[in-house]
């Protein structure tokens, strides 16, 4: 066994199961990959509980922590309560001021607690909050990685997104964004790697980047 492996966790977006990351390859010679995947919450469940609740699915030390959209903002959380080589925020938020203003209009008037009930039946508007596309011809894409649509979990996710309470960047993570991210298009200013054409997917449809550059960005 390698005992110098690094071993990197990769969180998913919102509703996405992780097999958005099946492209994601890594030198096997020196890092291991784990998927985490979305656990179902409590409706009271508060964000920060939540996170150290993730946080013991990660079974080694010194970790690399990689997370998309809401899962960027949750590994950012998580990274709060572990001790990590590299943090990887990819496709969210680096705070709260960056939310989109129809979000924080959500946040304002509430309307998030009466919002998620039509997801879970209605994935062309899951997919337009999730991945900032509707559907058009790539239903059946959404329905591969779109598959976490338990109603507890879409309520809670949804309001905790608009309710995030992060004022500033963390210090040391390294955000990447694309600068055609319709779902946060508010967020390659700062300390941000930005990819040219990257939209909200681009962990699915520009893995090649990610493939060429996580490796000497880990180790950087």
């Given at each position: ?111 998030y607690k009466i919002l998620p009930t039509q997801l879970v ?100």
């Open positions: 066994m390698n005992t110098k492996l690094t071993h990197v966790y990769l969180m998913p977006g919102m509703a996405a199961n992780p097999s958005i990351f099946e492209y994601i390859k890594l030198p096997e010679t020196s890092y291991e990959v784990h998927w985490l995947e979305w656990q179902i919450p409590t409706k009271t469940e508060t964000f920060q509980a939540y996170a150290k609740r993730m946080c013991t699915f990660i079974k080694h030390d010194n970790i690399v922590l990689l997370g998309v959209s809401f899962g960027g903002m949750l590994v950012q959380e998580m990274s709060k309560y572990l001790t990590v080589k590299k943090l990887f925020v990819v496709s969210s938020v680096k705070s709260h001021h960056e939310l989109p203003k129809r979000l924080k209009l959500l946040k304002v008037t509430k309307a039946s209605n994935i062309d508007l899951l997919a337009k909050y999730a991945l900032g596309e509707t559907i058009k011809k790539r239903v059946d894409l959404y329905k591969k990685y779109l598959s976490v649509n338990n109603k507890t979990y879409l309520d809670w996710a949804i309001k905790h997104v608009v309710c995030w309470e992060q004022e500033e960047a963390i210090p040391n993570a390294i955000y990447i964004h694309g600068d055609k991210d319709a779902v946060f298009p508010h967020s390659c200013g700062g300390n941000c790697i930005v990819i040219k054409g990257g939209t909200h997917i681009m962990i699915i449809n520009k893995f090649k980047w990610f493939n060429e550059n996580l490796p000497k960005l880990i180790e950087g």
